[in-house]
């Protein structure tokens, strides 16, 4: 049973433009969502995160986004550069325990 | 300022055999949670130490424990080694903060490659 899905394997995005990444979730009782950047050979980076008291949370180039009525959330990187080119996942939170999903390779090209 | 540091990189180990990695927390973290990352799939839970205990645990077997020592340091320990058990280990660190949330800090993680 997964309960944190990202149901998109890659995405490509030209330089500049923005990156759109999305993730759904099923557990109600999640409270803190989280992405993380993951480049090959290291561990993953914290990024950004939202509660799910919020529905919106920014910083510089990064954005996440949260519906709770649809449990969905996306996270918007603008604009794109090539070194954000990575593994993205997302990652729900109960009682301080994550849930990641998949990971979206997200590639930027110049 | 050291982030969350764990030893070793690699490892290779054989079937039945028993393995011990360890993780240093990120400064002023006094919480330490251990994931296990297989080939394409994003990190699985497998418990968390706080105040040298275990706090609370994943869907894992008993063939997986753990330890926190005083210093908040922290060791994952497997034992009968099993094919399925190679995978990417990784630790994470934060702060047991009960009036708000705290993102965890991952370490760079140890390859178990069994034969």
């Known amino acids: 049973d997964q309960q944190v899905k990202q149901n998109s394997p890659s995405l490509s995005v030209q330089e500049g433009r923005i990156s759109i990444l999305n993730c759904d979730y099923t557990?109600?009782?999640?409270?803190?969502f989280l992405w993380y950047k993951k480049y090959p050979a290291e561990g993953p980076t914290f990024l950004i995160s939202i509660s799910s008291i919020k529905d919106k949370n920014e910083d510089g180039r990064f954005t996440v986004f949260l519906n709770k009525s649809a449990k969905h959330l996306s996270l918007h990187i603008v604009p794109s550069q090539p070194g954000d080119s990575a593994v993205y996942f997302c990652a729900a939170s109960v009682t301080d325990k994550l849930i990641f999903g998949t990971g979206t390779r997200l590639q930027v090209f110049p | 300022d050291a982030g969350v540091t764990q030893s070793p990189t690699h490892l290779i180990k054989t079937r039945g055999q028993q393995v011990t990695l360890r993780c240093s927390p990120k400064?002023?973290?006094?919480?330490v949670s251990w994931y296990q990352q297989a080939l394409g799939q994003g990190p699985q839970f497998i418990f968390q130490y706080y105040e040298e205990e275990e706090r609370q645990r994943g869907n894992f077997p008993d063939r997986f424990s753990g330890h926190q020592f005083p210093n908040y340091s922290s060791e994952l320990n497997v034992n009968a080694l099993l094919l399925g058990d190679s995978a990417l280990y990784l630790c994470a660190s934060s702060t047991l903060d009960r009036g708000s949330n705290q993102p965890q800090h991952f370490g760079d993680g140890t390859r178990l490659s069994i034969l």
């Open positions: 400064s002023g973290h006094d919480t």
């Open positions: 557990n109600s009782m999640f409270d803190y």
